[in-house]
């Protein structure tokens, strides 16, 4: 993004990759410090936004952590799975979650 991206009063929302296996530090023994991924969409807009998610990430088996809008007609999201499209709701976040530690431990 540049300078006019973030001064355009029309934008009203941001998607944010949080990568845990970017750059790790390294434990007392050695081993590659990694953690999960993360995808953050900010939606500013009166009215619900789908963001897509990029085609490289989309098969990660993402899982819905957080949503902060939460429509009481729409049925929960599925536990896991690929991903391609995600609808948030209007003026709210919500939060991916795509597990990359040995184990899948959380």
Same mark, same amino acid.
């Given at each position: ?14 998607? %944010?990759?949080?990568? $845990?296996?970017?750059? =790790? ?5 050695? *081993?590659? /410090?990694? #953690?999960?991924?993360?995808? %953050?969409?900010?939606? $500013?807009?009166?009215? =619900? ?5 990029? *085609?490289? /990430?989309? #098969? ?11 429509? =009481? ?8 799975g690929p991903v391609s499209t995600v609808t948030v709701g ?5 939060v991916l979650r795509a597990d990359r530690r040995p184990g899948?431990?959380?």
């Open positions: 993004m540049d300078a006019g991206n973030w001064s355009d009063p029309n934008a009203r929302s941001l998607a %944010l990759l949080l990568d $845990g296996d970017d750059a =790790p530090d390294r434990g007392e023994d050695g *081993s590659l /410090l990694v #953690d999960d991924d993360f995808l %953050l969409f900010v939606n $500013g807009w009166w009215g =619900p936004l789908d963001f897509v998610v990029p *085609s490289p /990430l989309a #098969d990660r088996g993402w899982t819905i952590e957080l949503e902060s809008f939460a429509d =009481p007609s729409t049925p929960a999201p599925a536990g896991h209007p003026q709210s976040v919500t899948g431990a959380s």
